[in-house]
């Protein structure tokens, strides 16, 4: 496989951030109508960093069929570079969602995952994965082996962002996620996530289990509840921020791609509580923008921008109003 050097040159500057993980098409279904837009959690966190203006490169598989030139063309408008060696499959993977009343979507997957074991020539700033590649074999062996070599050399960030329907037994699952959350920095979870790693632990006993494993900072979205941020010298709970509900799909990842570009612009500040607030302030009012918007259509720079600045802005994390 070519390496990050070759997509390094091709986006003509030092990618930030690299995101390694699935893309594939959503099929949105409703009673009335079916919608298909491209997605997958990694996918759609590398997207959502390219319209925060962060120099970003996707390394996935996809196939160059339809499908996967629609979800091609998708990165390519939110300025995001595929890496050498993601069109390796012979038919892009679909995940089926069937829509709620309440917004809330289920998911049944078509996807076959096997990447290569990538070797970079260099590192970004910030390494992320997380989803089904980093649980599904084959390419979750190559996930982990690249999370090996990288997070000596940058910022590792996590969402295992738990699909039940596609992984072995819980033990199995269980034990993926702490030996890859032991080469991480930040690790991002769903309190659904965390309830289903950790039948009987209360949130804050999650979040305190898993920088035990290793990680630097812990944070657990609990949607209308907000999201609490915790780390070795803090903790901090952000309320909610009010918004009228189109659907749920990509909010999660789109507080990820804000959180990631926090990371990039805190300075030295490592987890100070005033560092915390400002990182989930900022992806808790992005995913609050993407709620308001069909699919996973995540905010620009400019507007998480304003959104941040505007007075009702305090800290808060994202829910549902359907008022």
């Given at each position: 496989?070519e390496?990050?050097?070759?997509?390094?040159?091709?986006?003509?500057?030092?990618l930030?951030?690299?995101?390694?993980?699935?893309?594939?098409?959503d099929?949105v279904?409703?009673?009335?109508?079916?919608?298909?837009?491209?997605?997958?959690?990694?996918?759609?966190?590398?997207?959502?960093?390219?319209?925060?203006g962060?120099?970003?490169?996707?390394?996935t598989?996809?196939?160059?069929d339809?499908?996967?030139?629609s979800?091609e063309?998708?990165?390519?408008?939110?300025?995001?570079?595929?890496?050498p060696?993601?069109?390796?499959?012979?038919?892009?993977?679909?995940?089926?969602?069937a829509?709620?009343?309440?917004?809330?979507?289920?998911?049944?997957?078509?996807?076959?995952?096997?990447?290569?074991?990538?070797?970079?020539a260099?590192?970004?700033?910030?390494?992320?994965?997380?989803?089904?590649?980093?649980?599904?074999?084959?390419?979750?062996?190559?996930?982990?082996?690249?999370l090996?070599?990288?997070?000596?050399?940058?910022?590792?960030?996590?969402?295992?962002?738990?699909?039940?329907?596609?992984?072995?037994?819980?033990?199995e699952?269980?034990?993926?996620?702490?030996?890859?959350?032991?080469?991480?920095?930040v690790?991002?979870?769903?309190?659904?996530?965390?309830?289903?790693?950790?039948p009987?632990?209360?949130?804050?006993?999650?979040?305190?289990?898993?920088?035990r494993l290793?990680?630097g900072l812990?944070?657990?979205?609990?949607g209308?509840?907000?999201?609490?941020?915790?780390?070795?010298?803090?903790?901090v709970?952000?309320?909610a921020?009010?918004a009228?509900?189109?659907?749920?799909?990509?909010?999660?990842d789109?507080?990820?791609?804000?959180?990631?570009?926090g990371l990039?612009?805190?300075?030295?500040?490592?987890f100070?509580?005033?560092?915390?607030e400002?990182?989930?302030?900022?992806?808790?009012?992005?995913?609050?923008?993407?709620?308001?918007?069909?699919g996973?259509?995540?905010?620009?720079?400019?507007?998480?921008?304003?959104?941040?600045?505007?007075?009702?802005?305090?800290?808060?994390?994202f829910?549902?109003?359907?008022?």
């Amino acid at each position: 496989m070519e390496n990050f050097k070759a997509a390094r040159h091709e986006a003509q500057q030092p990618l930030d951030a690299v995101v390694v993980g699935e893309a594939l098409i959503d099929v949105v279904t409703t009673p009335n109508s079916q919608v298909e837009h491209p997605g997958g959690s990694p996918a759609n966190v590398a997207y959502g960093l390219g319209l925060l203006g962060v120099t970003t490169g996707l390394l996935t598989a996809i196939a160059p069929d339809a499908r996967g030139i629609s979800i091609e063309n998708h990165l390519r408008r939110a300025g995001v570079t595929l890496l050498p060696g993601s069109k390796s499959l012979t038919r892009t993977a679909t995940a089926t969602a069937a829509m709620g009343p309440d917004g809330s979507a289920t998911y049944d997957f078509d996807i076959h995952w096997d990447l290569p074991t990538p070797t970079p020539a260099y590192f970004p700033k910030v390494l992320h994965t997380g989803s089904i590649a980093t649980f599904l074999n084959p390419g979750a062996g190559a996930v982990k082996a690249l999370l090996k070599r990288a997070h000596t050399q940058c910022t590792v960030t996590y969402d295992p962002n738990i699909r039940p329907s596609l992984l072995g037994s819980h033990t199995e699952a269980k034990a993926t996620f702490e030996e890859l959350v032991s080469l991480t920095d930040v690790v991002k979870l769903s309190d659904e996530d965390a309830h289903w790693l950790y039948p009987g632990k209360t949130l804050e006993e999650t979040a305190a289990h898993i920088l035990r494993l290793g990680t630097g900072l812990t944070v657990i979205t609990k949607g209308a509840e907000g999201s609490q941020l915790t780390s070795a010298d803090a903790s901090v709970n952000i309320p909610a921020v009010r918004a009228r509900v189109a659907d749920t799909i990509g909010a999660g990842d789109s507080y990820m791609a804000a959180l990631i570009l926090g990371l990039l612009t805190r300075g030295t500040g490592g987890f100070a509580p005033a560092v915390l607030e400002q990182l989930g302030r900022t992806a808790a009012t992005a995913a609050a923008i993407t709620v308001q918007r069909a699919g996973a259509n995540p905010p620009t720079l400019d507007e998480l921008t304003s959104a941040v600045e505007a007075p009702t802005s305090a800290p808060r994390a994202f829910a549902h109003d359907q008022a």
